[in-house]
Each structure stands twice: as structure tokens, then as C-alpha cells.
Nanobody
Framework: QVRLVESGGGLMQAGDSLRLSCAASGRTFSAYGMGWFRQPPGQEREFVAAINWSGGSTFYAHSVKGRFTISRDNAKNTVSLQMNSLKPEVTAAYYC????????????????WGQGTQVTVSS
């Protein structure tokens, strides 16, 4: 069992930067690939970014590539998502998830989920 707790969400202005964090506890954190997903109001949960178990490989949704950066610290059992140049369309609940060691882009690949943190960007 892996417990994930996200933090860092808030109400932002367009163009701002924001850093989300996810703290993990339970089983060996470094055994899992980690992902960030988001769910806009009334929409399906969608992939944002992922990182493999070692941090050596990262994956991004096309819409966030170049503006968002995922990173992890296996010594601290944390994964972060740095979000720059925020736009109103990124408004959503953001979820941290733990999955296969080499990560993935599908919701169904991830076994453990946090409770989510809300990010709201106004224009």
C-alpha cells in the first residue's frame, strides 16, 4: 500500500508559476513510477506528466510540454510538478499517482492515488 498526499494547489493568475508536491509513504517509493493527472470540472481525468522510478525518464502531455516539469526525490519520497506560465485552461483538480516502475500515460496503469489538490487559474 502506498499513501499519497498532494499539496501546493491554489488560486493563481494567468502567467504565474506554481509547484505541486506529493509526499508518499508506505512501500518503497523508488519502486514506483509516478504520474500527475488532472481532472477539469465535468471532464475525464487526463494525463499531465510522469517520471520513471529513477527519475531518468520523464513524459509529458503535449499541452504542457515546455511549461511543466516533473521531478522526484527518492530520498525524501516526494514527487513534484513545477508549473510555469499558467493558463486558465489548466484549471483542474491535480492528482498524484503511483504505478509501474517505468511509469505510463494511462490512468489505468496507476494503482495508488492521492486525494487531489485544486489548481484554479484566472485570466
Amino acid at each position: 500500500q502506498v499513501r499519497l498526499v498532494e499539496s501546493g494547489g491554489g488560486l493563481m493568475q494567468a502567467g504565474d508559476s506554481l509547484r505541486l508536491s506529493c509526499a508518499a509513504s508506505g512501500r518503497t517509493f523508488s519502486a514506483y513510477g509516478m504520474g500527475w493527472f488532472r481532472q477539469p470540472p465535468g471532464q475525464e481525468r487526463e494525463f499531465v506528466a510522469a517520471i520513471n522510478w529513477s527519475g531518468g525518464s520523464t513524459f509529458y502531455a503535449h499541452s504542457v510540454k515546455g511549461r511543466f516539469t516533473i521531478s522526484r526525490d527518492n530520498a525524501k519520497n516526494t514527487v513534484s510538478l513545477q508549473m510555469n506560465s499558467l493558463k486558465p485552461e489548466v484549471t483542474a483538480a491535480y492528482y498524484c499517482a503511483a504505478g509501474p516502475p517505468n511509469a505510463g500515460v494511462a490512468v489505468t496503469q496507476y494503482s495508488y492515488w492521492g486525494q487531489g489538490t485544486q489548481v484554479t487559474v484566472s485570466s
